[in-house]
């Protein structure tokens, strides 16, 4: 291989290296052409690409890609499946072990995930997980069921309460006793008739009007003013005719 095909294939490594979140590593020393293709397809289906790799040219792509936890994996003649954000990583594990069961050639080493290094062991574990759909199903549900409980334990005694109130009310009626609907009807807010300020205030102005002229009456059949005056009156004529 020439320098600059070298140089290509190191830049293709970091890119795919940068973008994967898992990578499963297995040695497929012994695999034949139309074996690696079958595992090829049934990684694609998990969303993985499988890609055998030379690990010096790989050592290089995971030191610029910073996937220095690769570097312990690569012992022997290695082929990586590059897993992006949206694949399945138990299918892709399940998809190697199936493999591996089945050659019995193919051996997993182990992978890296967010970082971290597992070991073939764990690998194998992961393929014996639910898929990711029904693991996401079972965790929400996990999640939905002491919810669930609870609100069915707040809302049952109201439940309970209203059935009750309801067979009694059903009983008395059956009975011939509508106590229980008149109660209900009688719980309801009656509207308070509008006071009528109009109406009784032009009364009181009625009344006072009437009132007024009688007072007046009363005053001008009071005789002590007149009687006071006539008697001066006929006291002064007395005198002149006196003095006549």
Known sequence: MKREQKHTVVEQLTERLKAAETLLVADYRGL?????????????????KFTVVKNTLTRRAAEAAGADALLTLLD?????????????????????ADSARETKVLAIRGGV???????????????TLPPIDVLRGQVLGAIVAPLTSLLGLVTAPLQNLHGLIDA?????????????????????????????????GEDVTAEAAQAAPEEESV??????QADAEASAAEEVQSTENEEA
């Open 32 to 48: 034949t052409m139309p074996q690696i293709d079958q595992l090829r397809t049934r990684l694609l289906e998990s969303g993985a």
């Open 113 to 127: 995930m967010q970082g971290q290094v597992v070991s073939a062991e764990e690998v194998e574990s992961l393929a």
């Open 76 to 96: 022997g003649p290695s082929a990586i499946a590059f897993l992006e954000a949206d694949g399945d990583m138990v299918a892709a594990a399940k998809a190697l």
């Open 168 to 200: 009694r009310i059903e009983q008395l009626e059956a009975q011939g006793d509508t106590s229980g609907a008149d109660a209900a009807a009688a719980a309801e807010p009656e509207a308070s008739p509008e006071p009528e300020v109009a109406a009784s």
């Open 219 to 224: 005053s001008d059949e009071d005789p002590t």
